[in-house]
């Protein structure tokens, strides 16, 4: 029973194996990683200063409202690149099939292309619905600390996860690390400064 699971295991693995070098999938689900972790931490960020701006003290309400827009920005990005990669890998597999003049439904191309548009929406919901949400893990010890603590906390946490995906970022790119790193955490800085800006606007 276990060598024919390890078999199951190793022919599915050799199969990703193939759909990846058809599709280019790892480099694809490296740029949503890191675009939609970059989208949920800017989004939560700004969600987190406007409550800070209105002086929000409630932690249950920042846990629910960060929740809800935890699920609304990991459903956009599942349904939004689905669509998207769908349309383009739909158009590739016609433009090959134009080109070669055969017929390539329930090919292993096909099969590659269609696995490539299922794991991207699903990485890309993911990842911003995830990263959106580790920076109001502070806000659940609201019981225990300050709120303009688990605010700073907050805060700090959000920089710090951008100054990773920058990190990240410069890896793939071969660019200075730590440069790579301060670009993406000036971007939070930007955001909240901006965010903090509308107290006396209005």
Known sequence: MLSIFKQKFFDWQNKIKNYNKIANISSNLR???ATSGFDGIITILGVLAGNYVVKVSDFKHIIVVSFAMSISVGVSGVWGVYFFESAERKKEIEDLENSTLYNLDHTVIYYALRYATRISALVNGFSAAVTALIPVIP????????????????????????????????????????????????????????SLVLDFVF
């Open 31 to 33: 740029r949503y990683f």
């Open 139 to 194: 806000f659940f010890f609201g019981k225990y600390l300050p709120m303009n603590i688990c605010y700073i906390l907050a805060f700090a946490i959000s920089l710090l996860l951008l100054f990773a995906i920058g990190l990240f970022l410069g890896k793939i790119s071969r660019a200075r690390l730590v440069l790579s790193g301060i670009k993406m955490l000036l971007a939070g800085v930007f955001c909240v400064i901006l």
